[in-house]
């Protein structure tokens, strides 16, 4: 298998694609040059690995790599990057992509898949992660939300959130007390309907939780509204 690694500009931004496939790999090429973007590749997961060091802004990763795992690249790269990731993969199942947005993907694209679509997931993932600016805290400043740095910090420490993550509580928090259907979180972090929605929400948020929760079983932040969605019912820290 030829690893494929594509690396593209869109208003600034840098993509990488890890793709083991030359026929898709060729394709996504073609359709991320019509938008623009510059093309590299690389035949190894490790080279890609390689390349994450010198910057990139949103990675589609294919989990069927010819030297590693797909799923060891994207936890790897959780350990210490809020970088956005979205999922390629041939893998179809339920289960299979509620794991992969459980080790911290942000969207899960299934082969065969529309170009087209692909291309939006990933303009989409772009614009739902800049242009924040606020900075707010809850419960006396036990839980801070910067969103210019992209920071979420919790009893003093930074706590690394996946775009996806973060967008999903900035959504929460901009309305507190307010209950959010899963339908309405989907459509806010992803832009579009998206199929399995309802455990797509539910894994960001179990996520969430054990990030910022003390106890996630008794939440001082999130609440789960049974038959309905959520609702965010920390204190606002007053200006």
Same mark, same amino acid.
């Given at each position: 298998?030829?690893? &494929?690694?594509?690396?593209?500009?869109?208003?600034? &931004?840098?993509?990488?694609?890890?793709?083991? +496939?030359?026929?898709?790999?060729?394709?996504?090429?073609? =359709?991320?040059?019509? +938008?623009?973007?510059?093309?590299?590749?690389?035949? /190894?997961?490790?080279?890609?690995l390689e390349l994450l060091k010198n910057g990139v802004d949103l990675i589609i990763l294919d989990l069927m790599?010819?030297?590693?795992?797909?799923?060891?690249?994207?936890?790897?790269?959780?350990?210490?990057?809020?970088?956005?990731?979205?999922?390629?993969?041939?893998?179809?199942? #339920? #289960? @299979?992509?509620?794991?992969?947005?459980?080790? !911290?993907?942000?969207?899960?694209?299934?082969? %065969?898949?529309?170009?087209?679509?692909?291309?939006?997931?990933?303009?989409?993932?772009?614009?739902? /992660?800049?242009?924040?600016?606020?900075?707010v805290s809850f419960n006396n400043g036990n839980l801070i939300i910067d969103a210019s740095r992209y920071e979420?910090?919790?009893?003093?420490?930074?706590?690394?959130?996946? %775009?996806? #993550?973060?967008?999903?509580?900035?959504?929460?928090? +901009?309305? %507190?007390?307010?209950?959010? /259907?899963?339908?309405?979180?989907?459509?806010?972090?992803? !832009? =579009?309907?998206? @199929? !399995?929605?309802?455990? /797509?929400?539910?894994?960001?948020?179990?996520?969430?939780?054990?990030?910022? @929760?003390?106890?996630?079983?008794?939440?001082? &932040?999130?609440?789960?509204?049974?038959?309905?969605? =959520?609702?965010?019912?920390?204190?606002?820290?007053?200006?």
């Amino acid at each position: 298998m030829l690893l &494929y690694v594509i690396i593209g500009i869109m208003q600034g &931004y840098r993509i990488l694609i890890v793709e083991d +496939e030359r026929k898709i790999a060729d394709i996504v090429k073609a =359709y991320l040059e019509n +938008e623009r973007f510059k093309v590299a590749t690389a035949e /190894t997961g490790q080279n890609a690995l390689e390349l994450l060091k010198n910057g990139v802004d949103l990675i589609i990763l294919d989990l069927m790599l010819p030297d590693m795992h797909g799923e060891d690249i994207c936890q790897a790269i959780r350990e210490n990057s809020q970088i956005p990731i979205i999922m390629l993969t041939a893998k179809s199942e #339920e #289960e @299979e992509r509620i794991k992969g947005l459980g080790i !911290g993907a942000d969207d899960y694209v299934v082969k %065969p898949f529309s170009p087209r679509e692909l291309v939006a997931r990933v303009k989409a993932l772009l614009r739902r /992660t800049k242009g924040l600016k606020k900075k707010v805290s809850f419960n006396n400043g036990n839980l801070i939300i910067d969103a210019s740095r992209y920071e979420v910090i919790k009893n003093g420490s930074v706590v690394v959130f996946t %775009p996806t #993550e973060f967008k999903l509580l900035i959504n929460l928090t +901009e309305r %507190p007390g307010q209950v959010f /259907t899963r339908v309405q979180l989907v459509n806010a972090i992803l !832009g =579009y309907d998206f @199929e !399995g929605y309802d455990r /797509t929400v539910d894994a960001h948020i179990k996520n969430i939780r054990h990030k910022i @929760e003390d106890d996630p079983r008794t939440p001082l &932040y999130i609440k789960t509204v049974y038959g309905v969605g =959520y609702r965010f019912i920390g204190l606002p820290d007053e200006d």
